[in-house]
């Protein structure tokens, strides 16, 4: 068993698979599966360029033998950094192929979250784009290299390969298969009870931690999605949020469609122009979205020179759906929506299609198996009456049992006998269907992008003129929320916004979308009873403000 790996107890196993949750297959060779009984149809789409299901099938196996040769083996970890693109479905079904593990970063994440996921899970590869947006993710690469001496391996995308990275076009176009059978993959076989992908929780502490996700249950997330949601081999399945995120990876995401026969299109941006033209040309039936792209859409004045009839549903999911936005989706789209409450540490709740009006409206589901176990708590973790709100706790055929190599927090996240502290403050509706109030964690929901108040924090309290700091959520009509940082500096010195991104941006190398988008200077904070920075009040005095400016603006 992987060190640090939380397995799921005895009595659990036995009971999953002989209900049938869990058939002990592998995630590759469940694409085995699925890309041989849909050999001739088209698997992928990118930027024009398609790719069949035998095509995707070939270069996978072809990957995977290369990993083999360059000293790859089950359970070692590989950091996936790759954006909406073919090499991103090569590189992460080759792995699973033979065990090694992908750790889902995201193309934006920088040298502060990289060279964390480097360390803590002693990961040997990195796979990297040779260019994105304004990073360098090559010299990246070597840096952390220079810290880390178990990376070894950094696998490149596209052209322009540094001599220090390895071409994953020139391992693709090298037909090793002729030299090294396909069939010695069975040799390296993973075990379905084992990790099989690490996901990245958003984290309320000031790191991102780690969410090992099996074989079994990764396999079981996405089969059952595809069957609520309906896909089918009709069905062309639109990503443009980042296929890196549970939601498009496997929710029912990449791994989902590929399973029912559809085609994948990768979209390499959420620009609103990039997505109309892509659905009009690929005649798009289905898209996972966030809220905040919805909005974005709903209201572009360009949207009616696209011809997006095609468009059947849309998976709205990463923070809720207000009723008012849901109703506008089918007059203005002209397609369905399934609302999900929706977490990588494993259960997900999903509205379906039948559902009443009101059950559409104004909950995000009910979750999808019967062996799903939902409590709804008081700070004192006692039940509270139906109907009435408090954090939510769950366990599950899908759900993890603990976060990798973190016993201490583990303590904290999960109860003693093995229930998720998701963090959310829920309440019943109707049945098992649920409604979403809010969060009770410590963090911003900046359009689906979770962010760690805690590690902003850290590196904002690193700026030689900060005394203190809190960073908080405020209300934002588009994303839903974005950051504001509240800072008290030494002996009151001034320190303007971009004074402050600037310092995060080169000196600490955090990503952008965790920047704060506000800035807020004080004199004092607001105290807690127990002497606290009370952050309540700070969300409240930051809403009120944004309300009146707004207001002002009227």
């Not at 060779?29 to 001739?40: G, I, L, Q, V, Y």
């Not at 059952?224 to 062309?236: F, M, N, R």
């Not at 309440?427 to 805690?454: H, P």
Request: aromatic share 8%; hydrophobic share 35%; charged share 30%.
């Amino acid at each position: 068993m992987l060190e640090g790996f939380v397995p799921y107890p005895e009595e659990f196993v036995k009971r999953y698979k002989e209900k049938g949750y869990w058939i002990d297959k592998t995630l590759g060779e469940e694409f085995d599966e699925f890309t041989a009984k849909h050999k001739d149809r088209i698997a992928l789409a990118c930027n024009g360029e398609y790719v069949t299901y035998k095509e995707l099938s070939e270069r996978v196996n072809r990957l995977s033998l290369h990993f083999i040769a360059l000293g790859l083996r089950p359970y070692d970890r590989l950091i996936m950094q790759l954006p909406n693109e073919l090499e991103f479905a090569y590189v992460y079904f080759a792995a699973v192929k033979i065990g090694v593990i992908p750790i889902m970063a995201l193309p934006v994440h920088r040298e502060a979250e990289i060279s964390f996921f480097a360390q803590f899970t002693e990961a040997k590869a990195h796979a990297v784009p040779s260019s994105f947006k304004d990073i360098d993710h090559q010299a990246l690469s070597r840096e952390i290299k220079k810290k880390n001496p178990h990376l070894t391996i950094t696998l490149v995308s596209g052209d322009n390969v540094a001599k220090d990275g390895i071409s994953i076009k020139e391992l693709l176009n090298d037909k090793i298969e002729e030299r090294i059978p396909v069939t010695t993959l069975n040799e390296y076989r993973p075990d379905p009870m084992e990790p099989a992908v690490f996901q990245l929780s958003g984290g309320t502490t000031g790191v991102p931690k780690i969410i090992p996700r099996t074989h079994n249950d990764y396999a079981l997330t996405f089969k059952k999605v595809s069957e609520i949601v309906g896909l089918t081999e009709e069905s062309v399945f639109g990503i443009a949020i980042p296929v890196n995120h549970n939601f498009a990876l496997s929710s029912p995401g990449l791994q989902g469609a590929l399973y029912s026969g559809a085609k994948v299109v990768l979209i390499p941006s959420p620009r609103n122009e990039v997505v109309f033209e892509n659905i009009q040309r690929e005649r798009i039936t289905m898209m996972p979205t966030p809220p905040a792209l919805l909005l974005r859409w709903m209201e572009d004045p360009e949207l009616s020179k696209y011809d997006i009839s095609s468009l059947k549903s849309v998976l709205a999911g990463g923070a809720r759906l207000v009723a008012e936005a849901a109703k506008r989706i089918k007059p203005i789209l002209g397609c369905d929506y399934h609302q999900n409450l929706g977490m990588s540490e494993g259960m997900l709740f999903w509205t379906r299609r039948d559902d009443p009006e009101d059950l559409l409206l104004n909950t995000q589901g009910a979750p999808m198996f019967d062996d799903d176990e939902i409590r709804i708590v008081d700070e004192n973790d006692r039940d509270v009456p139906y109907g009435e709100a408090g954090e939510l706790l769950v366990r599950g055929p899908t759900t993890i049992r603990g976060y990798y190599n973190s016993p201490e927090y583990n303590k904290k996240a999960f109860t003693p006998d093995g229930f998720y502290r998701t963090g959310d403050v829920a309440k019943m509706y109707r049945g098992r269907y649920l409604s979403v109030e809010g969060r009770i964690k410590d963090t911003i929901n900046r359009g689906a992008e979770k962010i760690s108040a805690e590690e902003v924090e850290n590196h904002i309290l690193a700026h030689p003129k900060v005394e203190n700091c809190a960073f908080v959520a405020m209300p934002d009509r588009i994303l839903g929320e974005k950051g504001c940082a509240f800072v008290l500096t030494k002996n009151n010195q001034p320190l303007t916004l971009e004074e402050l991104n600037n310092f995060l941006k080169n000196e600490r190398n955090i990503s952008i979308f965790k920047l704060p988008e506000r800035l807020e200077l004080v004199t004092s904070f607001p105290m807690t009873e127990v002497g606290k920075i009370d952050k309540k009040e700070l969300r409240r005095i930051i809403a009120e403000k944004i309300e009146a400016e707004t207001k002002g603006e009227g």
